[in-house]
């Protein structure tokens, strides 16, 4: 009994600290963002809350826990404010099987830096990420409204279509590793991070995940020029901002995953291993900032074309590829 | 193959010139710290001159106030006791005005002028309405030497005639007859 309430106690801290620490990061990766942004386009950014702004994702989020809830008159009560939960909800479970660093013992008791190591990890985390299209769908159905319909079903349709070339961009990794669980996947880059194995399949991955957590320049289902905001087009408050914050989670979400499956995970000589984890993700994210400084947003058809047409023919030829070299070694 | 090299190309191109715009660092002014120095003509609040000899330019014409497509500009002509109009008050809404400019076109007197000082604003809206005291200021504005009665013709007590600008001296028409 004692020591399953340790048990208890630790993985409850676990989930406590993992919790924080990814709210905490999305509330500033949303002012770096916004900073880098700014300096990409010669401006300076926010400023003026504190020092360097460093107040700013306070005072945001205290002005939209303050803001007026609206609902539209024709909404579904119901699904209409389940909706962004989803899409929060399902962004911060992935965060479960994303190993933090090698394990630590303490008192003669092995404690896994991770919150479960599941065997099926990596089905889980396209699980959860095939979940959080409802939060998309769903949100943008509830609302009434046609600018919502038309970017839930954009939204449904572009993360469908990029799903597909996602997984199959991580096969080849899971080929190399021999397993599915992400904790062996970053004791199976002991010797090299896969970037190096498997530029293609890191490519593929960083494309389509960009298209999945629906940044520019994949922003369709919420492209503020024709639709108004998309799927959330009639979301306010902090309902809005469950929107918002799960979309910068699942940022958080992707650059977890693409440290963990191409870039060695929490390994990296000198600081410990969340520190690595963190430089890798905020790496990731600074990548997907200059990104969206740059380029504009596809058109639909284009969309499509590039996932279809290239991601995933691309994926399976890489598949068939490492086949081969893996058979021949 | 020519395809691939144009898209890599102007890929690599765009997100040069983003990273270039990194270094290049911000071209914002931070404005409450740094107010930029604006032109002498920039127009914004709106001030009543006085001419060269410290007295009132403006003379009541009702020409600002015509001019003015808002309507914001409202006075009452007067006159004193040597014989000169003066506005009896002059009142401006500045919650109204555009800041256009054509009161100062229109004015006669060079009396009406706008001035760059912009940062008038309130939370309380009758505060916006400017009365003549809040209008006047003791110096000639852009118009530094300009007396509109040494070009006006009209005798007065201050200048007789023949005392104006490039006007003759009176000529006695008697001793000129044929």
Redesign the interface.
Known sequence: MGLWLTGYAILMFKIGVILTGVLLLAAYLVLLERK?L???????GP?RAGIFGLLQPIADGIKLLAKEDVMPRGAHRRIFLFAPAVVTGTALLTFAVVPMGPDLHLGGRKIPMVVTDMNVGLLYVFAMASLSVYGVVLGGWASDSKYAMLGSIRGAAQMISYELALGLSIVPVVMLAGSLSLVDIVQAQAGRPFVLVQPLAFVIFFVSAMAESKRIPFDLPEAEAELGSGYHTEYSGMRFGMFFLGEYVQIQVLGALTAVFFLGGWRGPFLPGPLWLLAKIVLVVTAMI?IR???PRFRYDQLMDLGWKFLIPAALINIVITGFVMVGI | MRKWVWIVHSLCTGFYTTLKHIFRGPATELYPEYKRPLPARSRARIILTADPDGRERCVACYLCSAACPVDCISMQAAENQQGRRYAAWFRINFGRCIYCGLCEEACPTSAIQLTPSFEHADRDIMKMVAEKADLQVNHCGKDGNYNFYDHAGVADAFRPKGGHANEAPPVNVRTNMP
């Open positions: 880098l700014g300096r990409f386009q010669a401006r300076i400023n200059w400084a740059t380029l």
